[in-house]
């Protein structure tokens, strides 16, 4: 069974540009969460999407946004990017409801020069 | 909000030795995990702890919730070459459905 899935690997965008991420979840999980894991940090949580709908948004500013589409995969879409956006962009899948049970995929690599 | 103090920050230690690394919080947490990060990967789930006071092993893994909800730490018995990474605790807060990471411990194993 194929793991959750990331696109690009690595994306080099320039400041004030905006950056589109993919995600593809496991089969048969429902639910999306994106996370960002800048240098030296641990994995701060940005969206979680079940069922089409955006159910939960970390501390961050609006212009992370995202979508999950009919087939469950998702999109994030960062905009007017930042130096500071630079990260690995990490998505994870689970069933419905089941927030322990997440299954990462092996991230983007975002560089904003 | 909600922080996780995780400690060590890294850890370098001879292959065979024992590991230990904990995570702090001044908030309670209904749920501790601890997962691990290898290069160029996702984090993988190592342990998923549900009750204070419980201790759960998985292999040469042990960890244990703590018993007021604010800790929890991971051991690592006999460790292996394979054993290097990054390992994450993380808690799921009682009063809000997202999963807080703490910044991680790195181990190296030296030669």
């Known amino acids: 069974e194929a793991g959750v899935t990331q696109s690009p690997t690595h994306l080099i965008k320039t400041r004030g540009q905006q950056a589109t991420l993919r995600c593809s979840p496991i089969?048969?999980?429902?639910?999306v969460y994106w996370y960002q894991q800048a240098l030296g940090l641990g994995l701060q949580f940005l969206l979680w999407y079940d069922e089409g709908e955006e159910r939960n948004r970390g501390n961050f500013p609006p212009r992370f946004s995202g979508r999950q589409f009919p087939n469950y995969s998702s999109e994030l879409n960062v905009n007017a990017l930042e130096l500071e956006d630079s990260a690995l962009y990490l998505c994870a899948s689970s069933s419905t409801g089941g927030l322990v049970e997440q299954y990462f995929g092996p991230g983007t690599r975002l560089t904003v020069t | 909000g909600q922080q996780l103090n995780q400690s060590p920050q890294s850890m370098f230690i001879q292959e065979g030795e024992d590991v230990s690394m904990n995570c702090t919080s001044s908030s309670i947490f209904n749920t501790w995990l601890w997962y691990k990060q290898d290069p160029g990967e996702g984090p993988v789930l190592l342990i998923a702890l549900y009750k204070a006071g419980e201790l759960t092993s998985n292999g040469r893994l042990t960890a244990q919730f703590g018993i007021t909800r604010k800790d929890s730490f991971l051991n690592i018995s006999a460790s292996i070459p394979s054993d290097v990474g990054i390992y994450f605790c993380?808690?799921?807060?009682?009063?809000?459905?997202?999963?807080?990471f703490g910044k991680g411990t790195r181990l190296h194993i030296l030669p």
């Open positions: 993380a808690g799921l807060p009682f009063e809000d459905d997202k999963i807080i």
């Open positions: 089969s048969g999980h429902t639910s």
